[in-house]
Structures are given as C-alpha cells and as structure tokens.
C-alpha cells in the first residue's frame, strides 16, 4: 500500500496515519561495547518469536473475510507461479504520481518462477488494526531463489482490504527474518533525518559533496523545487528540530541551516521563487509539498562517541510488501555540540538495479 504524504504549507504539517504506523514493531535492543579509544552503541533487531497479541474484536476498517481471500489468492498464485498478479498484489512497480495507481513491474521478480510450493497452510489468524496478519507454513520442494529456501518455513502475511488498495498484501517475510520498518515516529530522530533526506531529495545515490545536488538557478523549475524540498527538511520539527513557525524566515537563517545540515553553500536563495526581497526573507507556505512514503525498514545504527558520529544504514524496497530489496544506503551523519546533525556523506552498499517502490 503507497502512501502519498501531503502538506499544505511549508511551516506546519500533519502527520498522516501510514500503513505500518500502527503495526507492533519487532523489539530492539541496544547494545553498547566500550574499548579504550571508541564507543559504539547499536540498535538493531532481534529475531522475532512472538506475535502481537490479537485484539478483542475484528477491527471495523478490515473485512475479514474479503482479507483471507486474498491471503489465499495469493498463496495460490505463489504456488502456481503467476508471477504478474504476485506482483500486482504486493506492489511491485511505480506508483503514478498524481492518482497513486501502480504500474506493475514484474522483471525483478522472475524468481517466484523458480519456486517449487509443494503446500501451504494458515496456521493462524491475527486482527490487527486496520489489517490481517496471518501466519503462514510453507512446504517448498525446489527453489532456485535464496529468499525461498528450500524445504519447511514459517511465514508472516499481512493484508489489508483490497477497497482501500489494489496491492493488499503489506508484508510477506520469513518469520526468521525479522525487520525494523521505518515509519513516521518510531525511530530515532538522526534515522528519520536520514530518510527524510532520500525522499524528499530524491537521492538515493552515493554522494560526498551535496552542493553537487544543488540545480543550476537558471533551470528555474528544478532550483525552485530543490529550494521548496530544503526548506520544508529543515522546517520538519521532530526531524531537524528548527520549526520555522513563521510566516517570513530569513533568508541568511536558511542558509546557515543548509550549511549546517548539509555543507550545502552554493544555493542562493536570491534566485528562488518564493524569495521577498524587501525583508531579505523566504515565504514559508503556499504551495505546500507531497511526496510518496518509501518503503523501507532500518538495518542498523551505530554512533561512535569519539568522532560524534553515526553510521545509518537503511533498506530500500522494490514491493510493498518488504519481499526484495532494491537499495541498500549507508548514511554518515556528524552530532554537532549544539545538538545538530549534520549529513558528511551517503554511500550505496547494495543495489539491484530495481526501481524502489512507488517511484
């Protein structure tokens, strides 16, 4: 299920429920090992042995029946190897950006072709909050694919209704395999930093100068979307905590702030659309700002104490479902003394060659 995120100004903004907002995420724990010179502290996930425990009644914004057919179509199509509609349900492919309808692609997941079922069955039912999670034993034969190793495993299957969405199913993962899906308030605020800079730059690349992601003012359209971007990641208060709750924020404050957060020194805001040259100031507001939710789950975080830095490292995924990875995006992120973070650097450490989900 894509979520679109909407905004309607650039100073204030609501937080939208997402898919995974109100799931149980996997427990962490943080483990801290100290040597002589350096400290590390890592977060990362345990493997999961229970589910959450189900509610009382059958959430009123799920049909429960229309759910586990679904659940079963799709355990069907996995067995019978209809690669295509696998694909549809889990939504793999891009989403049109204007009315959110996916666009299938199905190369990346040719290997479903090579998965023998020999059976399945649903061994338990869990309402969820607006979802089905079920649990899911798989019997597969042969298998030329190391997501689906051969022989007897235990899956979770998450589905939503299909009146909400064409592509139900929000999760299909080995219970083994547990993961850490980054949402909108659940992770630490250098996490959300960090992701919130790949979405709302598009950047999903390695990058060591981020000047070189500032367009050209000439290129009026690019420039003035790359400005409307930075503006609203350094106005996202839980984000980069410097709400700028003001009508007219000034333009050299914005600019120390792009230096800060990014060493980002070549934009002149000047040139930008939304620039009042009166008061030497930016219009916060107006057109506002919407971007696709990415779908991604968190590998691991570390921060050295010596070098005040952390070492972010975030999956990115072709479904929405959480089925392939696409990218694979280590970030480097500076604490400075005033409590600020800035971005040294991004590097890619794995990638697929597929698209991301919903781009």
Known sequence: MAIILCFGTLSACTKPTTQNSTSTAPATTAVTTTTATTELTTTETDTETTIETPTTNTPELINEQQARKTATEFLNYLKIKDVDKICALIGAGTRNSFSGELVVNAAPYSFFSKIDVKSYEIIETIPCDGYMRYKVNLDISKSGSDLFPAGKSTWILEVIDPIFDKAPIQMFRNISNSISIVTWEKQSDVVNFCYWFSEIFD?????????????????????????????????????????????????????????????????????????????????????????????????????????????????????????????????????????????????????????????
């Open 203 to 359: 950047c999903y690349k390695s990058v060591n100068d981020f000047n070189e992601l500032v367009p050209s003012p000439q290129k009026t359209d690019s420039f003035n979307s790359f400005c409307y971007g930075l503006i609203f990641f350094l106005s996202i208060d839980n984000y980069y905590c410097k709400l700028y709750n003001v009508e007219l924020v000034s333009r050299k404050k914005i600019e120390t702030d792009a230096k800060t957060a990014f060493g980002i020194t070549t934009v002149d805001l000047k040139k930008f659309g939304g620039y009042d040259k009166k008061n030497d100031s930016i219009t916060i507001g107006g057109d506002g700002y919407a971007a696709f939710w990415t779908i991604s789950s968190l590998s691991s975080e570390l921060f050295n104490s010596k070098t005040q830095q952390y070492i972010v490292t975030i999956d990115y995924y072709s479904d929405e479902a959480y089925v392939l990875k696409a990218k694979t995006i280590q970030y480097i992120v500076r604490k400075n003394a005033d409590t600020s973070l800035t971005l040294l650097s991004t590097k890619v450490l794995f990638d697929t060659g597929a698209g991301l989900a919903g781009r």
